[in-house]
């Protein structure tokens, strides 16, 4: 059978000229322009795509989303103070809540080739903590480019299913992980240590403030797949169970973690953080935490390698087909894939850095900035139309400024931080921090 682009009806195409009320209870703008199915229609296929629940696609969310980020979280602290750490924590949460309800209407056209730049560079984030894992479980210098090299086969191995339907519950185990990891690490802290001095406010500078703010800002910056998710849930109308299954959970677990771990082990705590309680006790963690690392960075890495294989094979059989072609090409996109973003993790072997630089690059615009243009655009001339409509107007130029000041700002003080940092030492067998 061949498989075709199908034509979904927009719900107002039939509603009459006038502004109508959303099922939000919005003003919106009638005609939009119909939506397409890259998947076409699976009523006999082979491999069937839509048929991810509501809770599937919340844990893979919650996988992909809390893995890394909640290792740089209790340094980020650190680096401001508790007050402002935690106006951050909870602001920039809540606006992502926010912005991930309003993400996956924009051109693919557009904003494909910046959506899968973004992928990468989350894949190697990936690969380089799986190096800073292997570095500490060894506890010498050992050299990296291997330990890159094992993380990025073993990353390939597990993208193969085309489904995220068949990775969901790896997506389980992972924040099962991810979770007991930083348990075993609080737990620890807790006693080893009387608690730290825990300062308010720090004074800092303009680069540790801004890199502080990219690090806690890169814990929400997934939102540039979740409309992947939401393609292949059954019912795509459920998506805002799973994020609200993803916020309430990461939320709530990044305050926690970052205040309990920054508590004990004040401005020395490591990042990652399950480096903080000692060296037996942060291999232990980093054993535990391995699948997290690896799993939700393959997440990363299958919506990276289905959006080319959706562009190259939409329309046709090959989407819904276990062939040698259907496969080889998958394996093909995904190894090549892993492959530039282990040469990324090899270029910028800095944990901080490199989330910093993510979140300047991509996370400051696909997280905020474009969803408050998205909005603004689709209620051109409804602005102020209403007190709710004028909140709103305000929200979205909220998350548009905090998109332009993450970019600026993270650029600069990211980059600073790369070309300042002598333990930066590029494709070696240095030991990776």
Same mark, same amino acid.
């Given at each position: 059978m061949r498989s075709e682009i199908v034509d979904i009806p927009s719900p107002v195409e039939n509603e009459p000229t006038q502004d109508t009320e959303s099922q939000h209870g919005e003003i919106e703008k009638p005609g939009l322009p119909e939506r397409q199915d890259a998947f076409g229609d699976e009523t006999n296929a082979e491999i069937k795509y839509k048929v991810l629940k509501w809770w599937q696609g919340g844990l893979l969310m919650v996988a992909e989303t809390i893995s890394l980020g909640i290792l740089s979280l209790p340094a980020a602290i650190a680096g401001i103070g508790l007050v402002p750490g935690l106006?951050?924590?909870?602001?920039?949460?809540?606006? *992502?809540?926010?912005?991930?309800?309003?993400m996956g209407r924009f051109g693919r056209e557009l904003f494909?080739? +910046?959506?899968?730049?973004f992928l990468i560079f989350l894949m190697a984030s990936h690969i380089l903590t799986f190096t800073v894992a292997l570095n500490s479980i060894t506890g010498h210098a050992?050299?990296?480019?291997?330990?890159?090299?094992?993380?990025? #086969?073993?990353?390939?191995?597990?993208?193969?299913?085309?489904?995220? %339907?068949?990775?969901?519950?790896?997506s389980l185990v992972s924040f099962i992980s991810i979770f007991v990891a930083v348990m075993v690490t609080m737990i620890a802290l807790g006693i080893q240590n009387n608690g730290a001095a825990v300062k308010p406010v720090?004074?800092?500078?303009? $680069?540790?403030?801004?890199?502080? =703010?990219?690090?806690?800002?890169?814990?929400? $910056? @997934?939102?540039? &797949?979740?409309? &992947?998710?939401?393609? %292949?849930?059954? /019912?795509p109308k459920d998506f805002p169970k799973a994020l609200a299954l993803l916020q309430s959970i990461? #939320?709530?677990?990044?305050?926690?973690?970052?205040?309990?771990?920054?508590?004990? &082990?004040?401005?020395? $705590?490591? @990042?990652?953080?399950?480096? @903080? =309680? +000692?060296?037996?006790?942060?291999?232990?963690?980093?054993?535990?935490a391995l699948p997290t690392i690896v799993i939700a960075?393959?997440?990363?890495?299958?919506?990276? =390698?289905?959006?080319?294989?959706?562009?190259?094979?939409?329309g046709t059989d090959r989407m819904h087909k276990r /062939?040698?072609?259907?496969?080889?090409?998958w394996v093909g996109?995904?190894?090549?894939?892993? $492959?530039? *973003?282990?040469?990324?993790? %090899?270029?910028?072997?800095?944990?901080?850095?490199?989330? @910093?630089?993510?979140?300047?690059?991509?996370?400051?615009?696909? &997280?905020?900035?474009?969803? +408050?243009?998205?909005?603004?655009?689709?209620?051109?001339?409804?602005?102020f139309s209403s007190p709710k409509k004028i909140m709103l107007t305000l929200l979205n130029s909220l998350a548009i400024c905090v998109g332009v000041i993450l970019c600026v700002l993270g650029l600069y003080a990211s980059g600073s931080a790369i070309h300042n940092n002598p333990t930066s030492a590029s494709f070696s067998c240095a030991k990776t921090e």
């Open positions: 106006i951050l924590l909870i602001g920039l949460g809540l606006l *992502a809540t926010y912005t991930g309800y309003l494909g080739t +910046g959506q899968l730049l050992t050299c990296s480019i291997v330990f890159g090299l094992v993380g990025l #086969i073993l990353s390939l191995i597990l993208s193969l299913p085309r489904t995220l %339907e068949k990775m969901s519950w790896l720090v004074e800092a500078n303009l $680069v540790t403030g801004i890199m502080s =703010a990219c690090n806690i800002a890169f814990s929400y $910056v @997934s939102h540039n &797949t979740f409309f &992947t998710f939401m393609a %292949e849930l059954k /019912d990461d #939320i709530a677990l990044y305050i926690v973690a970052a205040v309990v771990i920054y508590y004990y &082990t004040g401005a020395d $705590v490591a @990042s990652p953080a399950l480096g @903080s =309680a +000692g060296l037996l006790i942060s291999r232990i963690a980093y054993g535990i960075g393959v997440i990363n890495g299958h919506v990276a =390698a289905k959006s080319l294989y959706v562009r190259i094979f939409a /062939d040698w072609v259907a496969m080889g090409s996109i995904a190894f090549g894939l892993w $492959v530039i *973003a282990w040469v990324i993790a %090899e270029a910028i072997p800095v944990f901080n850095n490199l989330l @910093s630089l993510i979140t300047a690059l991509f996370g400051s615009w696909f &997280t905020f900035g474009f969803t +408050g243009m998205f909005w603004l655009h689709m209620n051109k001339g409804l602005w």
